[in-house]
C-alpha cells in the first residue's frame, strides 16, 4: 500500500531562515502528492499540492516539486516568518477509490 | 456552509458509552471521509463514503466502530462501548468527486473526543 514519510521533528527556525522539510512516498501507480498545515488551534489546511511527476506545487512563499526519480515532495521557502509556526504534514493520494495516506507532521517554530 | 463542519468540537465522555459524531460536508461534495488523529500524529484513515454507500471502511478499528451518510450528505461517526484508547480527534473531510487522484480533501476542525 502507499506510505509516507517525512522528517521528525519539531524544527526550530530563525525568522527569515530557509526551511525545508523532507518526504518521501511510497506508492502503486502515480499519486497526487499533498502538504498540509495546522495552525495552532485550527484544522487541517491544504498548502499545495502536485498532480503528476516535476510538478511544481506553490502557496504563500511555499514550494515543492514532485521528484519521480527519488519518490520526493520535499517543502521548502526561503525565508520563514514567525507566522508559519505549525505543523505539516505531507500526503499523498492514488486514483479511484485510494484514501489519502498522511506523515507523522513536522511541528516548526520559527522564532523572532 | 463555506466550509465542513463538524459537531461537537469536544465530547467528554466515560469509558463504556456511546457517542455520536456529525459531519455536515461541504455542498455538492459526493466523497466524504473519516479520520483519527492522535496526539503528535498525522491523521489516520477510518472509511470513505462515495455518495450514501461506504466505498472503503478498510480503517475501521473494530466493531465498536460504524458510520452511515443516509441521505449522501450529513455523515455520522458512531462509536460503541467507547474505551480509553478512542481519545484522540475525530476529522471529517469531503471532496467533490474522489474518483481521481487530484481530488483535493478539505477537512472540518474535527471532533476531540475525550474518554474518562
Known amino acids: 500500500g502507499n506510505s509516507v514519510t517525512q522528517m521528525e521533528g519539531p524544527v526550530t527556525l530563525s525568522e527569515e531562515a530557509f526551511l525545508t522539510i523532507n518526504c518521501t512516498y511510497t506508492?502503486?501507480?502515480?499519486?497526487?502528492l499533498f502538504w498540509y498545515v495546522q495552525y495552532p488551534g485550527e484544522g487541517l489546511q491544504l498548502l499545495l499540492k502536485?498532480?503528476?511527476?516535476?510538478d511544481k506545487g506553490s502557496n504563500k512563499g511555499f514550494e515543492a516539486t514532485y521528484r519521480k526519480e527519488t519518490t520526493s515532495f520535499h517543502l521548502e521557502k526561503g525565508s520563514v516568518q514567525v507566522s508559519d509556526s505549525a505543523v505539516y504534514f505531507c500526503?499523498?493520494?492514488?486514483?479511484?477509490?485510494?484514501?489519502?495516506?498522511f506523515g507523522p507532521g513536522t511541528r516548526l517554530s520559527v522564532l523572532p | 456552509g463555506a466550509g465542513v463542519s463538524q459537531t461537537p468540537s469536544n465530547k467528554v465522555t466515560e469509558k463504556g458509552k456511546y457517542v455520536e459524531l456529525r459531519c455536515d460536508p461541504i455542498?455538492?461534495?459526493?466523497?466524504l471521509y473519516w479520520y483519527r488523529q492522535s496526539l503528535g500524529q498525522g491523521p489516520e484513515f477510518l472509511i470513505y463514503?462515495?455518495?450514501?454507500?461506504?466505498?472503503?471502511d478498510s480503517g475501521l478499528p473494530n466493531d465498536r466502530f460504524f458510520a452511515v451518510r443516509p441521505e449522501g450528505s450529513v455523515s455520522t461517526l458512531k462509536i460503541q462501548r467507547t474505551e480509553r484508547g478512542d481519545s484522540a480527534v475525530y476529522l471529517c473531510?469531503?471532496?467533490?468527486?474522489?474518483?481521481?487522484?487530484?481530488?483535493?480533501?478539505?477537512f472540518g476542525p474535527g471532533t476531540r473526543l475525550t474518554v474518562l
Open positions: 500526503a499523498s493520494k492514488g486514483d479511484y477509490g485510494q484514501n489519502f495516506v
Open positions: 506508492a502503486t501507480g502515480y499519486p497526487s
Open positions: 502536485a498532480t503528476k511527476a516535476d
Open positions: 455542498s455538492g461534495h459526493t466523497a
Open positions: 463514503f462515495q455518495g450514501t454507500g461506504a466505498a472503503d
Open positions: 473531510a469531503s471532496s467533490s468527486s474522489g474518483r481521481t487522484s487530484t481530488d483535493t480533501q478539505y
